[in-house]
């Protein structure tokens, strides 16, 4: 029965030991591995050159820029100049059917249109 008890004794201890390890190990937790990606940039050497080039680029898209603003407003401008223009020859129509009527009422011989050409003055 001493012999019994010893089996008994040292099977106790292996299991209280493998007990021990087990939740050790479980209490750790397996090795975790962490990866660490830096976004680390560096700014790419430049040159005099690239650096002149870089500002004539910035000065070009500035003057495409006001030129093109200039051109809209001189689209508008434009715009502005032909209905007036419209208008004034509409008016001057008018007049002229008017003057005619008046030089027709009072019997005045019309005189030749000065925007036609004369048929002499022709190639």
């Known amino acids: 029965m001493k012999t019994n008890r010893n089996i008994i004794a040292i099977l106790v201890v ?5 007990v021990v390890v087990w939740l050790s190990t479980s209490i750790q937790g397996s090795q975790k591995t962490y990866e660490i990606e830096p976004h680390l940039t560096i700014p790419e050497y430049k040159t005099d050159l ?3 080039m870089d500002a004539y680029e910035r000065l070009m898209e500035r003057y495409m820029d006001l030129t093109e603003r200039n051109q809209s407003m001189v689209g508008t401008d434009l715009k502005y100049v032909v209905t007036t223009l419209d208008s004034i020859d509409g ?22 249109s000065s925007l036609n050409p004369k048929p002499d003055d022709q190639p």
């Not at 292996?14 to 493998?18: F, H, K, R, V, Y």
């Open 14 to 18: 292996i299991i209280a030991c493998s």
């Open 91 to 112: 008016r001057l129509a008018e007049f002229s059917a008017r003057i005619a009527r008046i030089e027709t009422a009072l019997g005045i011989e019309q005189p030749g």
């Open 50 to 52: 690239t650096r002149v």
